[in-house]
């Protein structure tokens, strides 16, 4: 397990978790560790008025190419560090259990993921990707919190 080999760090292209993907870069850097960068793209989105039911399918070919494309960017960021990264785009309607189960696939060795600090009835309607992944995991996680401010600006 430790040292780490491969790093997963999960992103939802927030700030948040932007800045996780910035610690798990580091401890890929000092570790000499392999990164994996992961997006789930939920299994059965809303669809927005402009997207015909009939062309469901390709609405989400696009949502896998859009967020497949920015990884990549972010990956070759990283990659300029002398970093190796790889890119994952993943399906699910629990977007936890995914992270978890492409943890596992892949042998991951530490999962460093961002915490949007939702309390409340927030966190009881939409759930906790974070919490989910951290109780379910089998290999470490670091939980990267949001700032204060950061929580306040979103809101």
């Known amino acids: 397990m430790l040292p780490p080999k491969r790093i ?3 992103i939802d292209f927030s700030h948040p978790s932007a800045e996780a993907v910035k610690e798990a870069t580091d401890l890929a850097a000092h570790f000499k560790a392999e990164m994996l ?11 927005p008025s402009t997207v ?5 399918g390709e609405y989400e070919q696009a949502l896998h190419r859009d967020a497949l494309q920015r990884l990549e960017e972010m ?23 995914e ?13 460093v993921i961002a915490t949007h600090g939702m309390t409340g009835w927030r966190r009881l309607a939409f ?9 379910t995991a089998e290999c470490p996680v670091l939980v990267m919190r949001a700032k204060a401010e950061e929580l306040a600006a979103a809101s």
């Open 8 to 10: 997963m760090s999960p």
């Open 37 to 47: 960068l992961v997006y789930v793209v939920p299994a059965i989105p809303k669809l």
């Open 52 to 56: 015909s039911m009939f062309k469901e």
């Open 75 to 97: 990956a070759k960021k990283i990659s300029q560090q002398g970093i190796r990264v790889r890119c994952l785009v993943g399906t699910a309607n629990d977007v936890g259990m």
């Open 99 to 111: 992270l978890v189960r492409l943890a596992e696939q892949e042998n991951v060795d530490l999962i």
């Open 127 to 135: 759930g906790s990707v974070t919490e989910k992944v951290v109780r």
